[in-house]
């Protein structure tokens, strides 16, 4: 059985490595030639492009970081869909949404193809020990066919129903891997404050109700190392929690605390911690606290000046202050019923910072508006 791999990262790497170690004979196909090179030290094949390895593979598997990249391997015009032989099994352990997965199913039948949504859980630790949870969504008797496969990457492998229902319980797992890590990056921090140390409370903490796995791996293999080089990046888990609410929006089901961490999560983003290990919410909400310490409410004051103007220039006001919200800088904004003009109240350091902010805002770029800033006594809540 000749098999093919399709994104040789963090994870798809020792996936792929694992199965050249069972004797497979396994295809490695990657963005950087440098993960490429990495695989064959280690008895894996390259050197066959993407539509060659949709010709000559039996089995083809993908595992890529995001939804946009897996629809274009799959879909795009140059894509496995289009060009894959007859009979080829399609196997994506990426984590995507429910929707693409069955789109990618249903013209991959069409195309005379079988196709499984099979996301993984583990993290990197697993990927490299071969000890994975596979959730696999498809047809049974495809499932059963591949199902050496699955055992070779992962030791935990569930079979739970028709293609997408993968992806769902991966989403649903994704959805307690974000609140975990930010109950336990909050609780790490919250220690810190109070003068107590982070390795006493793991101890006591580990053999109480508050064990996790989460807190448990993001203490001992970063917390404590104060190193946060990714193992899963905050980026990939923030997607992950998008996915957890676009589903839950189309479910008509509310997520009080999965919107909450999700909203920060983006703010950690945005503030450069995307491209560190998940558990760097921990060290995101260590930097936060001191700066919004030093931090001060200001409120602005957006007189109209020109009713026209003001109509006109409205969305790309909005656009702006929703900018300025995913950025940590805004705290409310509103508008005066009695048609005076509109009131934001900003976090910042000092009025000039706020003076530099507003200045970019597109309502006095063009002069819809006149603005006065005034430092706002607010009694001080949670601030997000």
Known sequence: MKLAFVGLGNMGLPMAKNLVKAGYEVYGLNRSKGKEEAFAAEGGKIGLALLELAQQADVLMTCLPMPADVEHVYLGPDGIIRHGRRGLILIDFSTVYPELNRKIAAEAKEAGMAYLDAPVSGGTVGAEQGSLSVMVGGDQAVFEQVRPIFEVVGKNIFHVGEVGCGTIVKLLNQLMVGIHTEAASEAMNLADRMGLSKEDVHEILSQSFAQSRIYDRHYTLFVKREQFDPGFALNLL?????????MAET??????????TERLLRHAKLAGYGDKDMSSMYAYLRDQGSLLAERKYYAVLLPIKDDEKSRIYRAQHLAFLEEQRNLGRLFANGRFTDGWGGLVIYIARSEDEVRSWVEQDPYIVEGARGYEIHE???VKGHVY
């Open 238 to 246: 923030h997607k992950d929690m998008s996915l957890v609410k676009q």
């Open 251 to 260: 479910s008509g089901v509310q997520l009080p605390i999965g919107e909450i």
């Open 376 to 378: 706002w006594d607010l």
